[in-house]
């Protein structure tokens, strides 16, 4: 079977996302099962090359594609930190100003995070306008924002 290196590394892709890969020395032996000669410098080029990271999961150890989810909370505290720079409730609402093209990264990660008593973001530019639970409101969810969002 002629291989090429792109068709090796999207089988490695397959490999990790489909199942649970834990060391090098395994993945040169289910490669080689699906016709992939390689030794193990290879494998770890390849690994490097398609951005697989080992992460933590349930308990073991797995290669994950990309770098290990931070929890929804730990993004939330990150973004908020780096790049909300005033919060201002109003009613039902809390208004987050962001520099220019950053309010899409604040609401997604409050959206991410599932922050209870959020109903929902919407974000424009420069400036996210987060709806609140009528039974929290505006200044009280302001405040737990602010709380999730110190580092």
């Not at 002629?2 to 993945?27: F, G, Y």
């Not at 008593?117 to 987060?130: C, L, P, S």
């Not at 602010?146 to 580092?151: K, Q, R, S, T, Y």
Request: cysteine-free; proline content about 5%; aromatic content about 4%.
């Amino acid at each position: 079977m002629t291989t090429t290196v792109a068709s090796r590394r999207r089988e490695l892709r397959r490999l990790i996302t489909d199942e649970v890969v834990s060391n090098q020395h395994e993945l040169v032996e289910r490669l080689a099962d699906r016709g992939f000669d390689v030794t193990q410098p290879t494998v770890s080029r390849d690994l490097e090359a398609i951005g697989a990271v080992r992460a933590n999961e349930n308990g073991g150890v797995r290669y994950v594609i990309g770098d290990p989810p931070e929890s929804g909370e730990a993004e939330l505290a990150r973004v908020f930190g780096e790049f909300v720079l005033w919060v201002e409730p109003t009613g039902n609402l809390v208004v987050l100003r962001t520099p220019p093209g950053a309010a899409h990264l604040v609401a997604s990660a409050i959206d991410t995070a599932a922050v209870s008593g959020v109903v929902g973001t919407v974000a424009g530019d420069d400036t996210v306008f987060v709806a609140a639970a009528e039974d929290l409101g505006g200044a009280a969810l302001a405040g737990k924002l602010d709380e999730l969002g110190a580092p």
